[in-house]
């Protein structure tokens, strides 16, 4: 599965932004879409999860209640809608796969930036 990540930007706090990623091969209902970001010197961390199916949505606890993660099967595409932007949230965001729950991320997109300004 190949990923394509897009949607990044500059929001003030408070706005919202969605990123989309586009994926490209075959792609079954196992698979687990997932969204992770990597802020400045820091470990790059998860956001949040979904099969492809659409089951087992899975959030990081401070993004919950703030982001969606959701896809569309006609489209190949996933994506996650972020409200309520916070500056911490500032980071490059990586859209990634696996085959199931519980195996490796081993697909990755490239990373698109997301700053939110105070």
């Known amino acids: 599965v190949q990923l394509q990540a897009s949607g990044g930007g500059w929001v003030q706090s408070g706005g919202s932004l969605r990123l989309s990623c586009a994926a490209s091969?075959?792609?079954?209902?196992?698979?687990?879409m997932a969204w992770f970001r990597q802020a400045p010197g820091k470990d790059r961390t998860f956001v949040g999860s979904?099969?492809?199916?659409?089951?087992?949505?899975g959030y990081e606890d401070s993004v919950k209640g703030r982001f969606t993660i959701s896809r569309d099967i006609a489209k190949k595409a996933v994506y996650l809608q972020m409200n309520n932007l916070k500056p911490e949230d500032t980071a490059v965001y990586y859209c990634?796969?696996?085959?199931?729950?519980?195996?490796?991320?081993?697909?990755w997109g490239q990373g698109t930036q997301v700053t939110v300004s105070s």
């Open positions: 091969g075959r792609i079954f209902g196992s698979y687990v």
């Open positions: 979904l099969t492809w199916s659409g089951g087992d949505p």
């Open positions: 990634a796969a696996a085959v199931r729950l519980g195996a490796p991320y081993d697909s």
